[in-house]
């Protein structure tokens, strides 16, 4: 009796112990506000639905336990052109949406970081911004900005750059902004910018700059410290702000819905329709699973790579 009262109380001190609330804590987040809705969705999407209700999955008649799915709807998925037209769709967008950001972001981070330090709260108040402004605000803004008579409209077609965007197939005809593959994506990059932004600077705000002076003493231009040392050391914000914009990117909706056309239709919208103009919550839910495991699961195997790779003797 007494062993097993120690072990109780060992076992007590382990699961109250400072290391193991500071781990647990974080965990039971992720079950809480993601797995949990996650098995949830899951279920529903093979689920058999009645009018507003749910057929059970798991079912005991006359002593007989039966485990019921439907997968009709993953395989009727790989099947229709719709959706997987629109998943790829929506990772191209997203993708085009991350390398522009990350072009555009770099560099205003790198200026941020080597600003001096008087001015760089200007400068970071100045990203955060539009934070200030609600995001559906911001978004309707470029409506007005980049429709016929718009400021933006305007500075375009006086630069000639509506030709060159329709050259590129970004927009139908030149003068034609609205509801296109160009205002899509620069609504996108414009709003997601910030997250970009802010985990490079916290980057190379914190990078040893005696690196780039011993470079210097070694012959080593300025471009060639800069991509030697700068970058490989800046990595781990490039990689931060990428998954910060490139992730909520996919499942964007409401961008797309006010900026882009039928020529850009990504997997939000029809997530949307099969949820409330559908009413087919099993194969709305079926969208959402595989839309997720497209990002998470490279995600996932590329955080274990990296753990690898950090992880061999150098």
Not at 126 to 143: E, G, H, I, K, Q
Not at 194 to 221: C, H, Q, T, V, W
Not at 244 to 264: A, K, M
Request: charged letters at 10%; a neutral charge.
């Amino acid at each position: 009796m007494k062993a097993w009262k120690n072990r109780l109380g060992s076992l007590a001190r382990l699961l109250f112990s400072g290391r193991s609330t500071v781990i647990g804590i974080p965990y039971a987040f992720l079950l809480l506000f993601f797995l949990l809705p996650f098995f949830i969705v899951f279920k529903i999407s093979v689920s058999q639905m009645e009018t507003v209700t749910f057929k059970d999955i798991l079912t005991l008649s006359d002593g007989v336990l039966q485990f019921t799915i439907k997968l009709s709807n993953y395989v009727f998925i790989t099947e229709d052109a719709l959706y997987y037209k629109t998943y790829i769709a929506s990772l191209k967008y997203a993708a085009a949406t991350t390398l522009l950001c990350l072009g555009i972001g770099y560099p205003f981070a790198y200026f941020m970081a080597r600003a001096r330090t008087t001015v760089q709260p200007a400068l970071l108040l100045l990203v955060m911004l539009p934070f200030w402004t609600s995001f559906l605000l911001r978004v309707y803004a470029w409506r007005g900005l980049l429709t016929e008579g718009g400021w933006v409209a305007e500075a375009l077609q006086a630069l000639g750059i509506d030709h060159l965007l329709a050259a590129a197939g970004l927009i139908p005809a030149p003068g034609q902004l609205m509801h296109t593959t160009f205002s899509l994506v620069l609504g996108m990059t414009y709003t997601y910018l910030p997250f970009m932004i802010l985990p490079l600077y916290s980057n190379l705000a914190k990078m040893d700059l005696r690196l780039l002076e011993a470079a210097a003493d070694l012959g080593a231009s300025p471009w060639v410290a800069f991509w030697t040392i700068t970058v490989p050391l800046s990595k781990a914000g490039i990689i931060a702000g990428a998954m910060l914009v490139f992730i909520p990117c996919v499942g964007e909706f409401v961008i797309p819905e006010l900026l882009g056309g039928p020529e850009t239709l990504m997997i939000g919208r029809v997530l949307w329709d099969e949820f409330f103009s559908n009413n087919d919550w099993p194969m709305a839910s079926t969208v959402a699973v595989v839309m997720i495991l497209l990002i998470i699961v490279p995600l996932a195997i590329f955080n274990k790579y990296q753990a690898e790779a950090q992880e061999r003797p150098t």
